[in-house]
């Protein structure tokens, strides 16, 4: 199975700053990812997919990037809505498809 | 526009049994193949389960191997997760979702049904 460490598991930020999670796979998945972002209460909502090609509706402010086992979200500017959990999600090898552990981004 | 709507969770003991729903529509649900996710109360996403459009492959997380069935009935547009011998550990809120074949996991997710085993 291929596993997907993703870090950091929380961080604290203020509004307008630029923000960097990670994650890592365990083996290549070329460029099969997607990040989610999850708001208490809520389904998760894709915002990346193919690792860098930005899913309708979401704000430029989001990008990511990255290939093979190191693959990075950016939020460029940080708006009160961002304020969430965010995973990361294999499909190149499955099953099973496999979820980062989330990384919790909170107001400082 | 694409909508799913997950019904069937409640409260029930260990070893017994709960069928999850998940009604499809806004897209052709006989194209696509389907997924199960969970979340524990304060965890992260699990994947659960996943069917071909057409239910010619089912595959399952190691977790509810033997227990969980996936199935669908393409006519009435409905995902289906018969749960059996139910564990405390499957307390959670259960989410389907449509895969995107090249892209995986796609959006949007259905809205959620919560599961409680408890005695």
């Known amino acids: 199975d291929i596993q997907m460490t993703q870090s950091p598991s929380s961080l604290s930020a203020s509004v307008g700053d630029r923000v960097t999670i990670t994650c890592r796979a365990s083996q290549g998945i070329r460029n099969d990812l997607g990040w989610y972002q999850q708001k208490p209460g809520k389904a998760p909502k894709r915002l990346i997919y193919?690792?860098?090609s930005l899913q309708s509706g979401v704000p430029s402010r989001f990008s990511g990037s990255g290939s093979g086992t190191e693959f990075t979200l950016t939020i460029s500017s940080l708006q009160p809505e961002d304020f969430a959990t965010y995973y990361c999600l294999q499909h190149n090898s499955y099953p099973p498809w496999t979820f980062g552990q989330g990384t919790k981004v909170e107001i400082k | 526009q694409v909508q799913l709507v997950e019904s069937g969770g409640g409260v029930v003991q260990p070893g017994g049994s709960l069928r999850l729903s998940c009604a499809a529509s806004g897209f052709t649900f006989s194209s696509y193949g389907m997924h199960w996710v969970r979340q524990a109360p304060g965890k992260g996403l699990e994947w659960v389960a996943f069917?071909?459009?057409?239910?010619?492959?089912?595959y399952y997380a190691d977790s509810v191997k033997g227990r969980f069935t996936i199935s669908r009935d393409n006519s009435k547009n409905t995902l289906y997760l018969q749960m059996n011998s139910l564990r405390a550990e499957d307390t959670a809120v259960y989410y389907c979702?449509?895969?995107?074949?090249?892209?995986?996991?796609?959006?949007?997710w259905g809205q959620g049904t919560l599961v409680t085993v408890s005695s």
């Open positions: 979702a449509k895969d995107s074949s090249w892209y995986g996991v796609d959006d949007p």
């Open positions: 193919a690792a860098s």
């Open positions: 069917i071909r459009y057409d239910g010619s492959n089912k």
